[in-house]
């Protein structure tokens, strides 16, 4: 089975905003991340799950990639798209998502040095995003017909 996230970059003062949430049992970081859901464009998608993950108002910009992974345990297979964008301040009025401990901003050094990420692609998104891949949103489209 293939599993499609979406991922939101979103970086303000040279830091990231991550989550800090629950997994398998562990307390990992990662991006504003989760699955899309049926009738759900991957824009809507990336948009809904940062506010729930995190409160803030994502406006995603331009995709930063497509990355497929497997995990190497369960062996599920994941089609992560990352896009990247800016956050408007964090809705005080909304609880965050089920499993999501908290939203944090970490540097990239801090990132980097960071041993819980939740997948490798945390990393890979984020090095992706500083190396400049920047594509069109328009790359992204959806027919539900």
């Not at 939203?103 to 960071?114: G, P, T």
């Amino acid at each position: 089975m293939i599993h499609i996230t979406v991922a939101a970059i979103i970086e303000s003062d040279n830091k990231f905003l991550m989550v800090e949430e629950h997994c398998s049992g562990e307390l990992v970081i990662n991006q504003p991340a989760g699955h899309l859901e049926p009738g759900e464009s991957i824009v809507e998608a990336t948009i809904r799950e940062t506010l729930e993950e995190t409160t803030w108002r994502f406006t995603p910009e331009y995709l930063v990639g497509i990355y497929r992974w497997q995990h190497p345990k369960n062996e599920e297979t994941y089609l992560r798209v990352a896009l990247a964008g800016n956050a408007t301040d964090p809705d005080p009025s909304l609880a965050l998502d089920t499993g999501i401990v908290r939203a944090l901003w970490l540097d990239f050094d801090e990132l980097n040095q960071e041993q819980r990420l939740r997948t490798p692609l945390v990393m890979k998104c984020v090095n992706d995003y500083r190396s400049g891949n920047q594509h069109s949103l328009d790359l992204l489209r959806d027919t539900l017909e």
